[in-house]
């Protein structure tokens, strides 16, 4: 069984080949280096680049691949950007047409909170902490299709934050992997921020988070207090990933499961990989390859469903 899977609801054009849960071969093209000097993705540019490159990696596939190899197309459907989701479906959509194969559209969510099982098979039920430049959500999984959101952010995504506290300190953008990687040679002391209270204790305010970080730094210039930038966008991320460990041990203290799942871009961050390991005996974190936006994923997604109906 042969899966293609397509992505393309940001700023990734990425192509996968799936065969019997094996991810034959990976292919992603990343906008970044062009949002980079914009500080954000701005959704036009993103459309057309999505074209050119959906084109590109058609190219490589077919050079390496048999069209008539494939039994299934799998392509993200949402949630994401209304433009480069077109794309991504009207290219799925031709090649389902001419290769006459059976079209399936994937929530690209679903396939971030399964892109660990690549490399790890998940016993349900399973929590899973979902974080990513749009989301942020804990999630209990009764299966492979059966998903409840059980908290989330009530404002900012935790990644959206990561990127928004770096563009703001000058830092650049996308956000999440400079703030990291400072982190990680950061050998000094930690700002304490404290972590924003909500009413339904599953749920995240990452908004409040920020508007501490930044009142920081603008009431220290106010003083003409020189700042260490270093310092604050690292106790920044103690504190975010704190906060997302804490209310990931409070689910766990309400709901007994058998695996602890990550999932979404922010689970590249090294600092919750190492901690999120520490919450469950049976943690699986995605392979890093497969953390930020990939199409492996999204094929992923429909071999777990393909199997789990045979099987029924
Ligand atoms: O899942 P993803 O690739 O795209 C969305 O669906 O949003 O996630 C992108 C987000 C960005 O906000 C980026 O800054 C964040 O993931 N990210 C990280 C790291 N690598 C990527 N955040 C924290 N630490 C990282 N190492
Ligand atoms: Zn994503």
Not at 71 to 86: F, H, K, R, S
Not at 164 to 171: A, D, R, T
Not at 207 to 233: A, E, F, H, R, W
Request: proline share 3%.
């Amino acid at each position: 069984m042969r899966i293609l899977g397509i992505e393309t609801s940001h700023d990734d054009t990425s192509i996968a080949v799936l065969e019997n849960g094996k991810v034959l071969d990976l292919w992603t093209i990343s906008q970044i280096d062009i949002f980079k000097e914009f500080g954000g993705t701005i959704p036009e540019i993103a459309s057309r680049e999505h074209v050119k490159n959906i084109n590109l990696l058609q190219e490589v596939l077919f050079n390496k691949y048999d069209k008539n190899s494939f039994d299934y197309i799998a392509y993200t459907n949402e949630p994401g950007l209304m433009g480069t989701l077109q794309i991504g479906y009207l290219f799925a959509s031709a090649l389902s047409i001419s290769l006459n194969i059976p079209l399936i559209p994937i929530n690209h969510l679903h396939g971030h909170l399964l892109s660990a099982s690549i490399d790890s098979e998940i016993k349900f039920p399973a929590l899973c902490l979902l974080v990513s430049g749009g989301h942020t959500q804990l999630i209990f999984a009764k299966n492979y299709e059966d998903f409840k959101i059980i908290g989330q952010t009530l404002d900012d995504a935790v990644g959206e934050v990561f990127d928004k506290i770096s563009s703001k300190s000058g830092l650049g953008f996308p956000g999440g992997k400079i703030i990291d990687s400072i982190y990680q040679n950061y050998q000094g002391e930690f700002i304490e921020f404290t972590k924003p209270h909500t009413e339904n204790e599953l749920d995240f305010s990452f908004s409040g988070l920020k508007t501490q970080v930044l009142n920081y730094i603008n009431s220290q210039k106010m003083k003409n207090i020189p700042i260490d930038i270093k310092q604050v966008v690292a106790s920044f991320q103690k504190t975010a990933i704190d906060y997302l460990c804490f209310k990931t041990k409070l689910a766990l203290e309400k709901y007994n499961v058998k695996t602890l799942i990550l999932g979404g871009g922010v689970s590249a961050n090294s600092l919750l990989r190492t901690e999120f390991l520490k919450l469950h005996s049976n943690t699986i974190i995605p392979n890093l390859k497969y953390a930020t936006d990939n199409a492996a994923m999204i094929a992923q997604v429909l071999h777990l469903r393909l199997k789990h109906k045979n099987k029924d």
